[in-house]
């Protein structure tokens, strides 16, 4: 009998992801029929997006494929950089300190990344308005960007996050995969009671549509796991969830205390 052939987990760590993606944003679709629970009407979503959703899709899988050619590439170079070392498996506070590193990094590099591309009036107009076409966010639209954009904001980001925590590939599918959980969940235009990732973060579902609109495209940059930069640089704007007077949920501002 033949070897048994295995995936790598640098593979895995490129392919895990995706699959999450569609997934956890499938999911989403299927609740989207719980219109007590959207955040915005299905006729609001029909007169403010500008774009199909045939079209979102096809965005959607460039850029994962775009993102896919560089996670292999930098395994790679990551694995040339070790060589034939053995990984030694770490304790799980190592592997926490690693996820902490890694959320740290890639909320940094988006917050300013994401800022500059709101005030640069070139880089929004040609590039991040793509994104913005989505005035009412929903689960699978979370990465239709620009492919520039989904180079520079969320490939770049992941592959900072990954060198400077030091995981190692096995680590990288379990950490891309919750931080792919957590983008589809701050797009995904529902507010479920009992959510944990909205007790966990106050960065979430309701934060983030808050910058999709008009008034807060100044506003709630960061992404995807803290609200600190926004509130050290005085971009946070706070939210309530109130009622809808034709059903469902909004999130509406309020004045920071």
Known sequence: MGGESRVSDE???TVVPIGVYWLYSGLYCLLHRLDRFRM??????AAKNSISKATVVRGVLL???????????????????????PVSEGSILAYAVQFLVAMIVMDAWQYFMHRYMHHNRFLYRHIHSQHHRLVVPYSFGALYNHPIEGLLLDTVGGALSFLVSGMSPKVSIFFFSFATIKTV??????????NPLHLLFKNNTAYHDIHHQLYGSKYNFSQPFFVMWDKILGTYMPYTIERRMDGGLEARPRKVE
């Open 11 to 13: 593979v895995l760590g």
């Open 40 to 45: 915005h009407s299905r006729k609001e979503e």
């Open 63 to 85: 850029q994962q494929s775009i993102q896919a050619s560089v996670s292999l590439a930098l395994f790679a170079f990551a694995g040339n950089k070790t060589g034939d070392q």
């Open 185 to 194: 969940d701050d797009h995904c235009g529902i507010w479920l009671p009992g």
